[in-house]
């Protein structure tokens, strides 16, 4: 069983709600991140958090907006979102940001934007 | 520009057959290389890593390769299993001090039984 978890697993939303994503880890990880993956593409990198605090931003919209309340949760707050933006959102971490290190991957949550 | 290319893009093969799956990667400077199996609608998960200085490892049915000098990797999987049925994604990393990685497209593999 993975040991991010991700919440919630479906979510479907119109283009004018607000809606969050939720990732939570007990590894001690201090490097969590946001990836979005379309079917049958390998993921992309959206957002890194170092240390909670935000350390890469891959030029994302800013109708994105993530958030590291603590050093176990990671949100990303979705709001006025387009039908483009229906993909799985994973969430993974690892014990530093570095290059070494294993990815931790949550299961994702499918979004749905009609 | 850095790119991992994987073929092949997918495969079909009986339970209980061995295959293998490429990975060819132009990535530089080179950390490692790592091998990751996502079932479908779910997150990866590690299956291997490779560092410049190994060539084999293993991890049960799944055997991986790397030929740094020609930069390419493969994954062997020995026996096929139903569960075995996945994306295959190979995802390189560059060592310039921040978390640069590179994915491929993966191998989407089915084992029909």
């Known amino acids: 069983d993975t040991e991010v978890t991700q919440t919630p697993k479906h979510l479907v939303m119109g283009m004018t709600n607000k809606k969050s994503l939720k990732c939570e880890q007990h590894?001690?990880?201090?490097?969590m991140y946001w990836y979005k993956q379309k079917a049958k593409k390998p993921p992309e990198l959206m957002f890194v958090?170092?240390?909670?605090?935000?350390?890469i931003n891959e030029s994302v919209p800013s109708r994105f907006s993530p958030e590291c309340p603590n050093s176990s949760l990671l949100n990303l707050h979705l709001h006025a979102l387009q039908p483009e933006d229906s993909a799985l959102y994973l969430c993974?971490?690892?014990?530093?940001?570095?290059?070494?290190?294993?990815?931790?991957f949550g299961e994702g949550s499918r979004l749905t934007v009609l | 520009k850095n790119q991992v290319e994987q073929s092949p893009q997918s495969l079909i093969i009986l339970e209980g057959k061995n295959c293998t799956l490429q990975?060819?990667?132009?990535?530089?400077?080179?950390?490692?290389l790592r091998w990751y199996k996502q079932d479908t609608g779910r997150g990866p998960v590690s299956l291997t890593i490779m560092t410049f200085s190994e060539n084999t490892k293993s991890n049960g049915r799944y055997t991986a390769t790397l030929d740094a000098d020609t930069k390419q990797s493969s994954l062997h999987i020995t026996a096929s299993q139903l569960s075995d049925s996945a994306s295959y994604i190979c995802?390189?990393?560059?060592?310039?001090?921040?978390?640069?990685?590179?994915f491929g497209s993966g191998t989407r593999l089915q084992v029909q039984p």
């Open positions: 590894m001690g990880h201090r490097a």
């Open positions: 993974a971490s690892s014990q530093v940001r570095q290059d070494t290190g294993e990815l931790f």
């Open positions: 990975c060819n990667y132009t990535v530089s400077p080179f950390s490692n």
């Open positions: 995802v390189v990393s560059a060592d310039t001090g921040r978390r640069a990685l590179t």
């Open positions: 958090y170092s240390y909670e605090k935000l350390s």
